[in-house]
T-cell receptor, first 117, second 109 residues
């Protein structure tokens, strides 16, 4: 199993450009999510999906769109990049753990380092 | 303001020392996870705790979930240079995962 894969690994954009960050998982996980990680801020949830065709907003959704047409793929779109979106982006996928409580144990991809100039 | 506050933010110790890092919140979580992240990589799950008062051990690492499910601690016994990394706690409720800012641990040989 490849686990969670992300492309590209690095990207530089100019302000106003658009792009899509790709994320794929081969573990048949229902739950997928996107985070951004900034120094001193930890990881902040952008969007998540509990299954194909279902998406919802996280803590910091503005400026980002997502869709989930298949279980495996969960792309993140930046419609008009801004310098404030310079960050490291992580995609994660999870299964639902039963027996004693709900928890999502997430498996993270290697990240995409995005710079917007 | 972070929903989960981790302390200390930075910790530098000698090999063989013990240490404890803390993860505190005013919110109740249905579960809490601890992750370790190496530079240039994604976080890797260490443990999930789901029951108030739960204690889990992973070799030299001991994790505790507070009775009220608002806080957690990670204790490392006899730290080794391989323990160096960023330790993140994350609380989960209703499909929403919130992370602390992390504790950056350096263990010197």
């Amino acid at each position: 199993n490849a686990g969670v894969t992300q492309t590209p690994k690095f990207q530089v954009l100019k302000t106003g450009q658009s792009m899509t960050l790709q994320c794929a998982q081969d573990m048949n996980h229902e739950y997928m999510s996107w985070y951004r990680q900034d120094p001193g801020m930890g990881l902040r949830l952008i969007h998540y999906s509990v299954g194909a065709g279902i998406t919802d907003q996280g803590e910091v959704p503005n400026g980002y769109n997502v869709s989930r047409s298949t279980t495996e793929d969960f792309p993140l779109r930046l419609l008009s990049a801004a310098p404030s979106q310079t960050s490291v982006y992580f995609c994660a996928s999870s299964y639902l753990r039963g027996g004693g409580g709900l928890s999502y144990e997430q498996y993270f991809g290697p990240g995409t380092r995005l710079t917007v100039t | 303001t972070q929903l989960l506050e981790q302390s200390p933010q930075f910790l530098s110790i000698q090999e063989g020392e013990n240490l404890t890092v803390y993860c505190n919140s005013s919110s109740v979580f249905s579960s809490l996870q601890w992750y370790r992240q190496e530079p240039g990589e994604g976080p890797v799950l260490l443990v999930t705790v789901v029951t108030g008062g739960e204690v889990k051990k992973l070799k030299r690492l001991t994790f505790q979930f507070g009775d009220a499910r608002k806080d957690s601690s990670l204790h490392i016994t006899a730290a080794q240079p391989g323990d160096t990394g960023l330790y993140l706690c994350a609380g989960y409720n209703n499909n929403d995962m919130r992370f602390g800012a992390g504790t950056r641990l350096t263990v010197k040989p």
